[in-house]
């Protein structure tokens, strides 16, 4: 008996040394995984004199404390740690004219609060202020980074994040090669000689925020594709402000580029790429925005003032170009508004052209559709084209241009079936009241307009986001449709006394039945209800004598039933409307 006793009090013993052991083992992870803030100070109390010691002392998930001070290192960060300075402007690590600050190979490190200065600037022995090479998800924020070769320079690094940083007086501001799906906000970039943010071989990358200045290039994206570009100020650079090179399906857009020396955009070789709602102005050298052997690039709402030419089209076809307002320059005696340079198949659409030698100019550019642009004021010819045929122009306003056109080998539609384009120097007559004038405005041999309008064209978008055109010799403002009620109101104005006229062009999923025109109220002294109706839309006519009108259209409705009706289908024609042209 007292022998089983023993052997059941040394099992118990066994199993409590085991669970005492591994509770041990458990214990001592657990402190493992609290990671520890290590104190660095050059000239005081501290745990470490240098950051280098402290980072060999550190585990894995540490960080690294650095207080005020100057210290003359070559950090090389090799575990996975946070680097922090007590402040970014006293927190300086000097490189001493050696070949970097800070190098690290190893993922997850961030480095914050730093001034990183002074490596080599000799292009043979470049030097890094942050090199990272086979890191992903990098963190470097808030830090200054001056007098290297490189300010920032990161190869084989996803995911990495640049934010908040000034990076001055390199040779090169921040470089990416092969860092894809990266992002780089907030960041001043300037004084850098030749690129300020230069991204190699980086896809789904964006840039959003940042000011780069006072480089040869701002920002350069080469070879990588989908990249965003997006809120950033580039201003003062020597060949470009901003440019994609060879990088597919790029977004720029809501950028302000102003006052480079040459180019503002540049979209080179670069497919499928969409440039909208920049703001370029003062680029003095060359053209504000250019797209060159890119393809199917889409150019919307972006305003171009003041710059030595505006906008050029190289090599490029199935291109669109919609809703771009183009001033000309205000110190340069010759510029462009918009040039189509041996570029086929492309649409030129709802631009404003003003005040340029040169309104829109095609040459050896065929196929292309160039409509409801207002082409105004230019010093030299409205339209130059030559050697461009098989282009169709219409709802063009071709207003008080110095010449209005040029032409030169070239054969084109100057209308799309009954409208053609308003000429404010044509004089034809209206005997039969439609609003197009009855004799044709022959521009040149094979180049006539059989349909010129009467009046200026303006194009008005619904809330339901179809449209409704207006063709009238009348100032128009404050249009609104209402789809609740159907009816469209609008101000009509001009010289006192005299004749005014409007031609308006509805879609029937807009408005269906038979309508009623009033201005002021009263029914206007001439109306065509029928003037022509193509299956989709309808066309009518009225007139009245000048001053300030409410002119006012509603459908007449036959029944409550119709009424009914017609509010329930007008949603599904609009659905099936959208559908219909987005194919």
């Not at 040394?10 to 005492?20: D, H, N, P, R, W």
């Not at 280098?52 to 005020?68: H, L, P, R, W, Y």
């Not at 840039?207 to 006072?214: C, D, T």
């Not at 009816?487 to 039945?513: A, K, P, Q, S, Y």
């Amino acid at each position: 008996m007292m022998r089983y006793n023993m052997k059941l009090v040394f099992v118990m013993l066994l199993i409590i040394a085991q669970i005492t052991t591994l509770t041990s083992a458990f214990n001592t992870q657990l402190v493992k995984a609290n990671p520890r803030i290590w104190i660095v100070d050059d000239d005081g109390p501290a745990d470490f004199h240098t950051i280098q010691e402290a980072i060999s002392a550190a585990e894995a998930g540490d960080t690294i404390f650095v207080k005020n001070g100057t210290y003359y290192e070559n950090v090389v960060v090799n575990k996975t740690l946070t680097l922090l300075g007590e402040n970014n402007v006293a927190t300086i690590v000097d490189a001493n004219q050696t070949e970097f600050v800070i190098s690290t190979a190893c993922s997850n490190v961030t480095v914050e609060g730093f001034t990183l200065r002074n490596t080599n600037r000799d292009s043979s022995t470049q030097g890094f202020g942050i090199i990272a090479y086979n890191a992903s998800n990098c963190f470097i924020h808030r830090n200054i980074l001056c007098l290297n070769f490189y300010g920032i320079k990161l190869t084989l690094c996803a995911n990495s994040t640049i934010t908040n940083n000034e990076v001055t007086d390199n040779i090169i501001g921040v470089i990416c090669e092969s860092d894809p799906n990266c992002t780089f906000r907030d960041n001043r970039v300037h004084n850098n000689l030749y690129n300020g943010i230069l991204i190699k071989s980086s896809d789904n990358c964006t840039l959003h925020s940042n000011y780069v200045a006072r480089s040869n290039y701002g920002i350069r994206i080469e070879h990588s594709n989908d990249c965003t570009i997006k809120n950033n100020t580039v201003e003062k650079t020597i060949d470009c402000g901003i440019q994609t090179y060879y990088s597919n399906n790029s977004n720029v857009y809501d950028n302000t580029v102003n006052g480079n020396f040459q180019l503002g955009i540049s979209v080179k070789n670069s497919m499928d790429s969409t440039i909208a709602k920049n703001v370029l102005k003062n680029n003095s050298n060359w053209y504000g925005f250019e797209i060159y052997y890119s393809n199917n690039s889409r150019v919307v709402d972006n305003i171009l003032d003041n710059n030595c030419h505006g906008m050029q089209l190289e090599q490029s076809n199935d291109c669109e170009i919609y809703g771009n307002e183009i001033y000309g320059s205000k110190i340069y005696s010759f510029s462009n508004g918009i040039f189509v340079d041996l570029s086929n198949n492309n649409k030129v659409s709802y631009n404003k052209i003003e005040n340029n030698s040169y309104g829109l100019l095609l040459f050896c550019s065929n196929k292309c559709t160039i409509n409801a642009n207002t082409v105004k004021g230019n010093r030299a010819y409205g339209i130059w084209m030559y050697n461009s045929s098989e282009n169709t122009l219409f709802h063009n306003n071709f207003i008080n241009n110095t010449a209005q056109t040029f032409i030169a080998n070239s054969a084109n539609m100057w209308n799309k079936t009954i409208e053609g384009n308003y000429w404010s120097n044509y004089r034809g007559t209206d005997q039969n009241f439609d609003g197009i004038g009855d004799e044709v405005f022959t521009i040149k041999e094979n180049n006539v307009d059989y349909h010129p309008l009467l009046g200026i064209f303006s194009n008005f978008k619904t809330s339901l986001g179809p449209s409704i055109y207006t063709i009238c010799n009348s100032t128009i403002s404050h249009f609104t449709y209402e789809p609740n009620n159907s009816t469209i109101r609008f101000i009509v104005n001009g010289t006192e006394g005299t004749d005014g006229f409007c031609r308006i062009c509805i879609l029937h999923l807009l408005m269906n039945g038979t309508y009623n025109v009033t201005i002021d109220g009263v029914k206007p002294y001439l109306v065509n209800y029928t003037l022509h109706d193509d299956g989709e839309k309808r066309w009518i006519y009225f007139a009245y004598l000048h001053s300030p009108h409410e002119v006012v259209i509603v459908l007449e409705f036959p029944s409550f039933p119709i009424l009914s009706l017609f509010m329930i289908a007008t949603p599904l024609a609009v659905v099936f409307y959208r559908r219909k042209h987005s194919t």
